[in-house]
């Protein structure tokens, strides 16, 4: 037996688990560490390539290899983050790898130096190949050698504002999970003589048809427990069917059911067939005819540049553009089936016209894209893409500058690739906005990249301001690609800024970093001088409620508003457009699930109930009696402030009095002392109490067991010294006593061993007359408990250790921290909701999923979130055109693990109507630009025929048509500023131009209308 307890996380030793933790909740361990095992090789370092490239070196492979002999050009630079302009002349692929290389120590990455396409032999050590900037012919001959070979196949190009992607990972790849969504489970209420299964008290299964199941626990028909998996039909949202239960018996009781998830085997086509008969995945159902006429264009493109010696036609140039089209023709005969009738000439020859263009937003697009499609091609997690999709985001081009062969011809600019799609005077529009960014984590790093190589804001009207009030966590080194091992511990925002000046330094003194919240706590800092000059807001956020106030901060000041998240594989995008679409806050997500505070304290059936309850236990043990302790030894009235207090006031005292007394260590010993008892309570004396109370035989007032359905009868744990997961709860619980009150704590068994075989645990007696909740339904016997008698309470009080005898003691509350691994916290949680699980026979979780649960952790993966800045900054596209059609914007939802593309309209911001006056309820107010009294603000309202009924500020009701006029004379002269001070006893901020009024009225009819809010300047404009 070792000496020492292993404190290493759990799972492969070989995956650094504090690197990669958001994105093993994203894939898992199996496939990390098959992905572990793989090389890789990426061919072609222009913007599209070194974005694929840096998500797989994030994402954590054996080894990359790089690929491109072509010198740098200054356009390269329009998209190319990892060159700089000393880099111009040398291969694109000597002058990235150092730069690639570092974003992940684990991921060596090295250039290929033969030739691919002549010396094919040299692609056998890898296991996928990726293919940018390459011809169609050697992308057929490479693609043969792969799948001859058994190496999976990728192509991905950009041209403009249109893309494309194919894979081919040959005959019988098997995908393990398709979807990576959690399995379901759930509870049997019945299984009738049809195999017709239904779920506990309606609550929905959550199956598909074709899902399959487990079943376990099962009375009556026990051969189903522990059988193959049975294939699903689902009835309804609470029942499905399983086939055949013939010669299984009858159903008595019980049972749970578990999904399984089933290997799925796609056989994949050659590049040579595909080209013939295309598979599609449609990105955007609006334009279901384009994959067609794209999968000709780009045909036609590669047949142009080998035409021209590997030259692709001139930006906005009729006469290729006319080759082209020719081209175009040729291809149309060739594809036997899924191409176009005919083709479209304007959409083709706008992709002639854009074919030398190289977008940064696109890169990003298919980089995140393409990379994915890696990871799933070397772990087998999630649907693969089969086998074409053509993307394309024309609705991007500006349409309020003009286009031409000379505004789009190369300037010598490392905006030229830009500016090939867009123009010169386009370009001059993005080097003058003026954009905040709230928020410099996954997402604003992404932004902060893309915007870098667009030029946004580098020219002498331009602006970045970009803040975040977090530093740099190692965690996060893992999809904040800006950051490296030694910025760990540095403000997100400087250091962010800094990497995007580097990669263009024309970004040099133009964003302005900040490490301040955006809320109202910080409205003297973002204040309307700072708000009205702004020309748009992006949100990189990772929370509602900050995403809330940016987006009314941005309704009220009228200004767009670029929203984004991912969670996983998923990722959403908004616009909100002033005056036309709805805000961030007009829609809701569903509720966090919660669950019934009966069922986390006595009657758990599922891990995630002891998880919740094991937080539970850790706040309580370890941070909330420091806290009052501290509290009690701080301030002089916290007794008597205590005993005012209703519910838990004995609760209270008894806690301070045993953590400054009854159960004050001394030595570590005392701490595992400690940490023994804590287990009997709760394992052990706790059960038996709860079976005193409802005893295993025991039924309901209606004669049914009480111990079935989702309660689940425990049983009492008997400790054991020498198992290991009493062990790991000794040891956190005695090294979490410890930290609190300054002691050091040790890992050492041996000495646990000492102690605990010393120790003498006294019998527990259950006690008759305990009252525990029954269900959530029923009221809680001992909601009053906490009611003593006051004599009683001042007894307790008395017996505590005064302040003055400890002058200066403190305790140390353990404030939970999730990514330190040595600090017992998740190693705690873990034990505890385990040794939880055990007493109810719920399976186990682990520490990485005890984590994952306990700490909220949103799991994150850099593909996902490169995928989506690049949809965003296709719509910022637009936004600096100053596009004001509804229809000429996108709000999108992707799921790369299906894969999953959903674009739509944003949607229309309500109306209202008052009289014959018809409004904008959200973008519409009632401006005064002058501090009026409150009789001219009724004045001026009865002008429009408008009787106004009520009008607050804040929570202060500063008029209401049903106060007496003695209330009312006094208030009509006063000014805006000098009732809203008189009311809420508040001095309006002396920083503050506009007071928000919000009012309810009656029309000219009397009817009780919506109105605007009303806007009252603090003083005279």
């Known amino acids: 037996m070792a000496d020492k307890m292993n404190t290493e996380p759990e799972g492969d030793q070989n995956i650094d688990e504090s690197l990669y933790s958001r994105q093993l909740y994203v894939l898992g ?35 990359m290899a790089i690929y491109d002999p072509a010198p740098v050009e200054i356009s390269d630079l329009s998209a190319q983050f990892f060159l700089r302009k000393e880099d111009v002349g040398k291969a694109r692929a000597e002058a990235s790898q150092p730069r690639l290389a570092e974003l992940n120590t684990y991921v060596p990455v090295s250039v290929h130096t033969e030739n691919p396409f002549e010396n094919l032999s040299s692609l056998s050590k890898y296991q996928v190949v990726v293919l940018t900037e390459t011809s169609l012919d050697d992308q057929i001959k490479v693609n043969e050698f792969c799948r001859q070979n058994k190496i999976y196949f990728i192509s991905a190009d950009i041209r ?59 009375e009556g028909m026990d051969k ?12 309804g949202p609470y029942t499905f069917s399983i086939g055949s239960v013939e010669g299984l018996g009858k159903y008595v009781k019980g049972g749970l059911f578990q999904q399984v998830k089933m290997p799925k085997t796609i056989n994949f086509r050659s590049l040579a067939d595909q080209l013939k008969k295309p598979e599609f995945l449609i990105a955007d159902f609006a334009k279901w005819d384009r994959p067609g006429q794209l999968h000709v264009g780009f045909q036609a493109l590669s047949k142009f540049a080998a035409n021209h010696d590997g030259k692709l036609p001139r930006p ?61 091609a070397l772990s087998g997690k999630f649907h693969p893409l089969v086998q074409f999709m053509y993307f394309d985001s024309l609705e991007s081009l500006p349409t309020s500058t003009k286009r031409s062969e000379d505004t789009c011809k190369p300037t010598g600019s490392r905006y030229d690739a830009q500016i090939a799609v867009f123009g010169t005077e386009f370009q001059d529009k993005i080097q003058n906005i003026k954009e905040f960014l709230v928020g410099a984590g996954a997402i604003g790093c992404e932004m902060l990249k893309n915007w870098a190589m667009m030029g946004l804001a580098t020219g002498p009207n331009g602006s970045i301001h970009v803040t975040d009030m977090d530093s740099i966590e190692r965690s996060n080194l893992n999809r904040q690609f800006l950051f490296r091992a030694p910025d760990v511990g540095k403000l997100k925002s400087d250091c962010a800024a800094a990497a995007v000046a580097v990669m263009n330094p024309d970004l040099k003194g133009k964003i302005t970093t900040m490490r301040d919240r955006v809320g109202e706590d910080t409205e003297e800092i973002f204040n309307e001088d700072f708000w009205e000059v702004l020309d748009g807001v992006t949100n ?18 009228r200004k767009p508003l670029l929203e984004s998240g991912t969670l996983g594989t998923k990722g959403n995008t908004q616009v909100v457009l002033p005056n036309l679409s709805e805000s961030y806050s007009s829609s809701q997500d569903p509720p966090e699930k919660s669950f019934a505070m009966c069922t986390v304290k006595s009657f758990p059936n599922r891990i995630e109930h002891t998880i919740a309850w094991g937080r539970e236990v850790f706040d309580a043990s370890f941070v909330n009696p420091a806290q009052s302790v501290n509290l009690y030894l701080s301030q002089p009235n916290f007794i008597e402030s205590t005993l005012k207090q209703s519910g838990n006031q004995k609760e209270i005292l008894e806690t301070i009095r ?22 009997e309570k709760l394992f052990n004396n706790d059960i038996q109490q709860l079976l005193h109370v409802f005893p295993k035989d ?14 689940r009868a425990p049983d009492p744990l008997v400790f054991d010294i020498k198992n290991p997961e009493h062990q790991d709860f000794i040891v956190a619980a005695a090294n979490l006593h410890a930290f609190n009150y300054g002691l050091k704590g040790s890992t050492d068994l041996n000495l646990y061993y000492k102690v605990l075989d010393s120790m003498m645990i006294p019998d527990f007696k259950p006690q008759s007359g305990v009252k525990i909740q029954a269900n959530d339904s029923d009221p809680d016997p001992n909601a009053n408990s906490g009611f003593a008698d006051q004599d009683e309470l001042k007894n307790i009080a008395d017996s505590l250790p005064t302040p003055a005898t400890l002058a200066g003691y403190r305790l140390t509350p353990a404030e939970f921290e999730k990514d330190d691994d040595t600090n017992f916290h998740i190693a705690f949680i873990t034990a505890a909701s385990n040794l939880r699980a055990l007493n109810y026979g719920i399976a186990v979780a682990d520490r990485h999923k005890t984590k994952l649960i306990a700490g909220k952790i949103i799991p994150a993966i850099a593909t996902t979130t490169a995928l989506v800045t690049g949809l965003v900054c296709l719509e910022l596209y637009k936004l600096i055109d100053g596009k004001n059609q509804l229809e000429d914007y996108r709000n999108g939802f992707i799921n790369l693990a299906l894969p999953f593309f959903g674009f739509s309209e944003p949607i229309a911001s309500p109306k209202g109507k008052y009289n014959d006056t018809e409004v904008d309820k959200l973008w519409d107010r009632f401006d005064f630009d002058h501090n009026l009294t409150l009789q001219e603000l009724i004045g001026e309202f009865e002008k429009k025929g408008l009787d106004i009924t009520m009008l607050s500020y804040g929570n202060a009701l500063l008029y209401a048509s049903f106060f007496p006029p003695a209330k009312l004379k006094d208030r009509y002269p006063m000014k805006m500023t000098q009732l809203v001070e008189a009311v809420s006893k508040k001095p309006v901020p002396p920083g503050r131009r506009n007071m928000i009024f919000e009012i309810c009225a009656d029309d000219k009819d009397g009817e009780d209308v919506e109105v605007p809010f009303v806007c009252v300047k603090t003083k005279d404009a």
């Not at 023709?329 to 089936?337: G, I």
């Open 29 to 63: 361990h199996e496939a990390m560490r098959r992905m572990a095992n793989s090389n890789v090789l990426i061919v072609g370092m222009k913007g599209l390539g070194v974005e694929i490239a840096k998500n797989i070196a994030l994402a954590g492979v054996k080894a």
């Open 160 to 218: 403009g504002l249109f893309g494309n992607i194919f894979c081919d990972f040959g005959e019988g790849f098997t995908v393990m999970d398709a979807t990576g969504e959690n399995p379901v489970s759930g509870i049997i209420s019945n299984i009738d003589e049809d195999g017709l299964v239904t779920a506990l008290d309606e609550t929905r299964h959550g199956l598909e048809d074709g899902d399959h199941v487990v079943f376990s626990e099962i």
């Open 224 to 235: 189903l427990n522990d059988a193959t998996p049975r294939r699903v039909e689902v009835k």
């Open 316 to 376: 906005m140039n009729e006469q290729d553009a006319k080759e082209f089209m020719s081209y175009a023709e040729e291809v149309t005969k060739t594809v036997e089936e899924g191409g176009p009738e005919e083709v479209d000439e304007k959409l083709l020859t706008e992709l002639s016209f854009q074919a030398q263009g190289y977008l940064s937003p696109m890169a990003a697009f298919f980089g995140g894209l393409t990379a994915q499609e890696v990871l799933k």
């Open 540 to 557: 990189a956020l990772d929370n509602v409620e900050a995403r809330v106030y940016v987006d009314r901060r941005c309704v009220f000041f």
């Open 658 to 679: 045993d953590y400054l007394a009854t159960d004050k260590p001394l030595t570590f010993e005392e701490c595992i002392e400690w940490g023994r008892m804590k287990f």
């Open 698 to 711: 025991s039924v309901t007032s209606t004669g049914t067991p009480f111990w079935s359905g989702p309660k």
